[in-house]
């Protein structure tokens, strides 16, 4: 069967790429285009772990299909640090020692990113709550929350 | 390979008449969070999918008749950020947000989680009591229907071939009247229903209750209205007694399965429970507005 040819913005990048049409943006994006900081945790929608942003909306890309991505933008992890430089809250998960394994952190700081540029002052009940879609079954969240807090903090002060 | 196609029509003619010559094959996709996991986990293998988020009609909120019209792919984050909405019916748009997480959010709709046909989708109850109708399209024109009258059985809807759910009618809101929506999990979060409970009641200016509608979710095979539970409201100060009886009536209206998630017993006390308290915020939302 014929391949669907999809012209879509990553990261700000046009970008294209061929795909079938039950294949997930998740599987596109880290297959076809290469960039595989989105990880699959589950692939049910549960774990947070393909989190990615879908025309300025928090999405999971593994209950998307990349078909829909045609004229649409998409942003990752890899969008995410600034050349060299992290985002604040790239840092602030490594000084806190917000991660083990490491394979929910993207999925962590992508959703965190869009609470922090909606909200940038949310209480823990807030972050917990708006997090509740990330799994992380290494470093039991409280670590993950104060990242997030002292981001939050750093990116005020900087504003 | 199996084929199968992917088209995002632009109108909802065109959507239609898609679907129509597709029939059983075809299935429409709104945020995919029901449809994909179902195509993953191979329960479902549609040969045609009709994507319906190019379709305007589909995505907008607007004012109508005093009431709201809510497209029927418009997803939770969106009707959420909708002050006006949030301030008429804010049981509906509560039962809304507690789909799923932020991510699931930003992607399921009301059309949705009510053609899917689980019995324990969240917002159906809410609609129900809120009194809202969809508006359906077809090969044959339009129609319009109450909510509760969608689901048939579980994953069952009484849509005919070819037709989409195109958007919601929240009606205007009576004076002194307020919705809630209530449910039960065993966690905070990103669970199903076990028992789901809608109550939307209208008081008059000495707080006598003159109208009343109850929807239950996750306790029968499809969710219900439940007009006894109502009759137990209409006429009362909301009393004592009258939400006893309220309880009593939705708890018997109730025919619920027994698994691990809840038993039978249990379901069906609780939907007693949950449904005083959800009458008990809806009545303070009418006193106050
Ligand atoms: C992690 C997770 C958590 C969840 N939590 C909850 C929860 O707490 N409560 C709850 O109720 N649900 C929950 N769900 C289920 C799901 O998110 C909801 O039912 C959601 O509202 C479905 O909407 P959707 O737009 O994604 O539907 P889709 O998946 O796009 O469609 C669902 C079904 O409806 C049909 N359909 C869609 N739109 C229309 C239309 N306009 N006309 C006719 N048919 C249509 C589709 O063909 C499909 O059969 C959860 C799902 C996941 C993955
Ligand atoms: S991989 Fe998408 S939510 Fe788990
Ligand atoms: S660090 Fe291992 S799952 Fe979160």
Redesign the interface.
């Known amino acids: ?1 014929a391949k ?1 040819h999809v012209t879509t913005t990553v990261n700000g990048e046009p970008r294209e790429f061929l795909c ?3 294949q ?1 943006l998740l599987d596109a994006l880290r297959d076809e285009l290469g960039l595989t900081g989105s990880k699959e945790g589950c ?4 774990c ?1 772990a393909c ?1 990615v942003m ?1 025309d300025g ?4 890309s ?4 990349a ?2 991505a ?1 004229g649409r933008e998409v942003e990752t992890i890899e969008g995410m640090a600034d050349g060299d430089r992290l985002h604040p809250l790239q840092r602030t998960f490594l000084e806190e020692a917000a991660l083990q394994c490491g394979i929910c952190t993207p999925g962590f700081l992508v ?1 965190a990113k ?2 922090l540029d909606r909200d940038p002052d949310p209480s823990e009940t807030e972050i917990r ?6 799994l992380c079954r290494c470093t039991g969240y409280d670590k993950i929350v104060r990242a997030v807090q002292k981001a939050a903090v750093e990116m005020r002060a900087e504003a | ?1 199996r ?4 088209e ?1 029509p632009a109108t909802v003619d065109e959507a239609v008449a898609r679907l129509a010559e597709a029939g059983d094959k075809a299935r429409p ?1 709104a ?3 029901d449809l ?2 179902q ?3 191979r329960l479902i293998s549609p040969e045609v ?1 009709v ?1 319906v ?1 190019n379709i305007p009609e589909l995505l907008q909120v607007s004012e109508e008749g005093g009431g709201f019209r809510v497209g029927a792919a418009v ?1 939770g ?1 969106v009707l959420g950020e909708n002050e006006a909405v949030v301030a008429m019916w804010p049981g509906v748009v509560e039962a809304f947000e507690l789909i ?5 959010q ?2 399921a709709s009301l059309g949705g989680n009510l053609c899917n046909g689980s019995p324990a989708a969240d917002s159906t109850p809410a609609m129900i009591a809120a009194g809202v109708t969809c508006e359906i399209a077809g090969p044959n024109g339009r129609r319009e229907a109450p909510v509760e009258d969608l689901v048939t059985a579980p994953g069952e809807t009484s849509l005919g071939r070819g037709e989409l759910v195109v958007s919601f009618f929240l009606p205007p809101r009576p004076a002194r009247t307020g919705d809630a929506y209530l449910r039960f999990i065993p966690r905070t ?2 669970d199903i229903a076990v028992v789901g409970v809608g109550v939307c009641v209208t008081l008059d200016d000495g707080g006598t209750c003159t109208g009343a509608r109850v929807g239950l979710g996750a306790v029968a095979p499809r969710p219900l209205l439940v007009p006894a539970a109502a009759d137990a409201l209409v006429g009362t100060r909301l009393d004592d007694g009258a939400m006893a009886n309220l309880a009593a009536a939705a708890s018997a209206a109730c025919n619920p399965i027994d698994d691990k998630r809840g038993t039978k017993t249990y379901r069906i006390k609780v939907a007693g429970v949950l449904a005083r308290r959800a009458a008990g915020i809806a009545s303070e939302r009418a006193r106050s507005n």
Request: aromatic content about 4%; proline content about 2%; hydrophobic content about 40%.
């Open positions: 069967m669907r079938e049409v039950d997930t692939g049910s929608g549960d947070g989190s879908l909306r928090l999405v999971c593994c209950l998307a299909l078909v829909e045609e959703a869009a609470l709550y708006w997090l509740a879609g990330n | 390979m084929s199968i196609q992917y995002a996709l945020g995919g969070t994909i996991v195509m993953r986990s999918i994507d988020k997803p984050a799923g997480s932020t991510q699931i930003g992607r979060e990103m």
